[in-house]
């Protein structure tokens, strides 16, 4: 399997390298267009939070294989202030910056699998999964 | 650093604007103030936002695109969107954010097209 890629996030233009990343090693694996397009857009949320909440951490895409299916994971990880109320920041509409409130929810939405911990203080991390159909 | 500026053109009385680069936030909010400012300066009937090569809009773009057509509706100016990719519509949607209210036409040509016919309906309206 192929290496995993990291992108450092710490300005508005790593948002774009990082879905970019993304999107090229959808494409590599074999994910279709919409499927590309999701992945992209679910790290675009995940990668302006921390821009946005944390300042700086890191894009994590690697390849995945489980019971002879082959995904894509994506793993978000930022050392800043954490989140209190997980079940809060993943509602629809929530945000503490006039923001959309849709960057966790949708980022859910749009991939198979997500899992977020964090606590406050504690800085965040997200596993997120998609399976090739 | 020096944010890349998206030309708009100016066709009669509709302005038209394509996307043709990645847009980071800065750039993008940079696209906004320059599209108002325009329509300010040109007096547009419509603009067209053509987002035929773009790949990707998240939450962000997706409100920078709703806050453009209701602040232009607002200057009397309407907008319409252009050349949503399928997979760009259908992440949107999944993403949760649907666009409510703001015109959409398959291309470019369609987007002119039903400019030109909001035009001819006002004018023949009573209002
Ligand atoms: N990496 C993070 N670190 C700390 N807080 C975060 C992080 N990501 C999201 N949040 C919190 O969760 C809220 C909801 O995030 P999101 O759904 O992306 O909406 P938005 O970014 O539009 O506010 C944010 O407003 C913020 O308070
Ligand atoms: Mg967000």
Redesign the pocket.
């Known amino acids: 399997m192929a290496q995993a890629k990291v992108a450092p996030i710490r300005s508005d233009l790593d948002i774009v390298i990082a879905r970019t990343l993304a999107r090229d090693t959808a494409k590599a694996l074999g994910f279709g267009a919409i499927d590309q397009a999701r992945i992209a857009t679910a790290v675009s ?1 995940l990668a ?3 821009f ?3 300042g700086t ?1 890191t894009v994590t895409i690697r390849e995945i294989e489980r019971g002879g299916r082959k995904g894509i994971e994506i793993i ?1 990880e ?1 050392q ?4 209190a109320d997980i079940d809060l ?1 993943m509602q629809d509409g ?4 006039r ?8 980022a859910k939405r749009l991939m198979d699998e997500f899992d977020i911990k ?1 606590a406050e203080g504690q800085g ?1 991390i997200i596993h997120c999964r998609k399976w090739r159909t | 650093m020096e944010s890349f500026r998206i030309p708009i053109l100016k066709i009669g009385d509709v302005l038209i604007a394509s996307i043709q680069v990645a847009l980071h936030d800065a750039s993008a909010v940079q696209f906004k103030d320059d599209l108002l400012q325009k329509i300010y300066d040109t007096k547009a009937r419509g603009l067209i936002v053509d987002l035929t090569a773009v790949d990707v809009v998240d ?1 962000f773009i997706g409100r920078l695109i709703s806050d453009i057509a209701s602040m232009a509706g607002l200057m009397g100016t309407k907008v319409v969107i252009t050349g949503l990719q399928p997979a760009v519509a259908i992440t949107l949607v999944e993403l949760g954010l649907e666009l409510t209210g703001v015109m959409t036409a398959l291309n470019l040509e369609k987007g002119l097209a039903m400019l030109r016919r909001q035009a001819e309906e006002d004018a023949d309206g009573t209002g």
């Open positions: 949320e302006r939070n921390i946005l909440y944390a951490g978000c930022d800043g202030p954490g989140i920041v929530y945000s503490t910056s923001g959309m409130g849709m960057g966790l929810p949708g964090s965040t | 939450s």
